[in-house]
Each structure stands twice: as structure tokens, then as C-alpha cells.
């Protein structure tokens, strides 16, 4: 099985909202990452865990807080956002960054809508 | 520096005809190498990916791509196209052996079928 789970599926939230997304899977995977893809560009990286360790941040706003509560979850919590944010965001795991045919399973993806 | 470039933004093909989308990429070490494929506001669903070994490599749905180190591609093929395989499509090529290179895309190439 290599499924990762993303909920929602939409969200639509105020520039003063607190909101978060989630992200899960159960393949044992110890790397997850964060995309954000806006309509017909290719997926941009935003954070990577390893380990559930925090390893690359894109230059992200802070207003995008990300959190590994365990080696199956990864959250993103979302406040003071503006509409240049809505996009859809992709999850995605893969075994471990450091074996050398790690690939990466991604999530159907949260539609996200800053009004 | 490393780079992937999908010279199609866009192809037509009737239903039935063979398909073919192009992948050329520009890395400095052994690349891995993938083809993705991405329904409209779905996540991305792994079609197949190169490692090492044969260099025409079998993935699901029918596609298959093949490897041309001399020529720095990594085509992606069909025989025989079906409706349903109107998406978008995105190569990528990440670092070989666990090192801690991130996945690098191209822009993506649509397909559109036509009955």
C-alpha cells in the first residue's frame, strides 16, 4: 500500500484564520514532506522532515508552521494568511532520504482558498 | 546546474494513437528518474522510475520510458492512448544514492485526448 491520506480535501479560510492541515501514512516511511503547486506550475517544496526532524525549510513565511507529532503524522498549521496562499497543498512520504532509491508517494492534496 | 526540461507544454493525440512525451534533464551525478502523472486538483500518482539496470522501464496504466543516457531523456511512451489518460505530466529527476538532494521537476506537459 502506498497511500498517503491528506485532510481536507478543501478548505477555504480568512486572512485572520487559524487553521491547520493534515497528513498521514502508514507505509513506515520516516521522510515527509510539504508542496505548495499552484495551477499548471510544477510542485514547490516547502519543508522536509527526516526523522521527524525538521531538516529542509524553503525559505517559507512564517506564517506556515509545520509539525511532525510522530513518524506518521505531519501537520501544517496556517495563520494570518493572504490570497496569494490558496494553492493546493501536496503531502508526500518516502522511506528515507538516505536510501539511495527513495521515492516519494504523494497525497491527493488539500485545496486551500484565502479569501 | 541541475535542471529538467519538458519542451511540451501541451499535446493533443487522438484516442488510440501512440503517445510520447519528452523529458530531458541536466544533472551532474547518476540521476533517478520519474514520471508522474496528475489528474485535475488530484495529487501525484507515480507512473514509473528509472534506478539503474534495463534502460526501458515498464510503469503502470500501460506507460513505459526509456532511459537515454547519451541523449539526457527519459521518454515517456504509450502505445495506445485512453480517455482517461488526459492529465498532466511531470518529470522529475532526484539525487542517486542517498544523498540529500531534493526532487527537481519540469513544468509538466498536459495531454489532451481526443475522442
Known amino acids: 500500500d502506498t497511500e498517503v491520506t491528506q485532510t481536507p480535501k478543501h478548505l477555504v479560510m480568512g486572512m485572520t484564520n487559524k487553521k491547520s492541515l493534515k497528513c498521514e501514512q502508514h507505509?513506515?516511511?520516516?521522510?515527509m514532506y510539504w508542496y505548495k503547486q499552484k495551477a499548471k506550475k510544477p510542485p514547490e517544496l516547502m519543508f522536509v522532515?527526516?526523522?521527524?526532524?525538521?531538516?529542509i525549510n524553503e525559505s517559507v513565511p512564517s506564517r506556515f508552521s509545520p509539525e511532525c507529532p510522530n513518524s506518521s503524522l505531519l501537520n501544517l498549521h496556517l495563520h494570518a494568511l493572504q490570497p496569494e496562499d490558496s494553492a493546493l497543498y501536496l503531502c508526500?512520504?518516502?522511506?528515507?532520504?538516505?536510501?539511495?532509491?527513495?521515492?516519494?508517494?504523494f497525497g491527493p492534496g488539500t485545496r486551500l482558498t484565502v479569501l | 546546474a541541475q535542471s529538467v526540461t519538458q519542451p511540451d507544454i501541451h499535446i493533443t493525440v487522438s484516442e488510440g494513437a501512440s503517445l510520447e512525451l519528452r523529458c530531458n534533464y541536466s544533472?551532474?551525478?547518476?540521476?533517478?528518474l520519474f514520471w508522474y502523472v496528475q489528474s485535475p486538483g488530484q495529487g501525484l500518482q507515480l507512473l514509473l522510475k528509472?534506478?539503474?539496470?534495463?534502460?526501458l522501464v515498464q510503469g503502470i496504466k500501460g506507460f513505459e520510458a526509456e532511459f537515454k543516457r547519451s541523449q539526457s531523456s527519459f521518454n515517456l511512451r504509450k502505445p495506445s492512448v485512453h480517455w482517461s489518460d488526459a492529465a498532466e505530466y511531470f518529470c522529475?529527476?532526484?539525487?542517486?544514492?542517498?544523498?540529500?538532494?531534493?526532487?527537481?521537476f519540469g513544468k509538466g506537459t498536459k495531454l489532451s485526448v481526443k475522442p
Open positions: 528509472y534506478f539503474s539496470g534495463d534502460t
Open positions: 522529475a529527476v532526484g539525487p542517486y544514492g542517498g544523498s540529500q538532494g531534493n526532487l527537481i
Open positions: 522532515y527526516s526523522y521527524e526532524k525538521l531538516s
Open positions: 508526500a512520504s518516502s522511506q528515507a532520504r538516505t536510501v539511495s532509491t527513495d521515492t516519494q508517494y
Open positions: 507505509m513506515g516511511h520516516r521522510a
Open positions: 544533472y551532474g551525478a547518476t540521476p533517478y
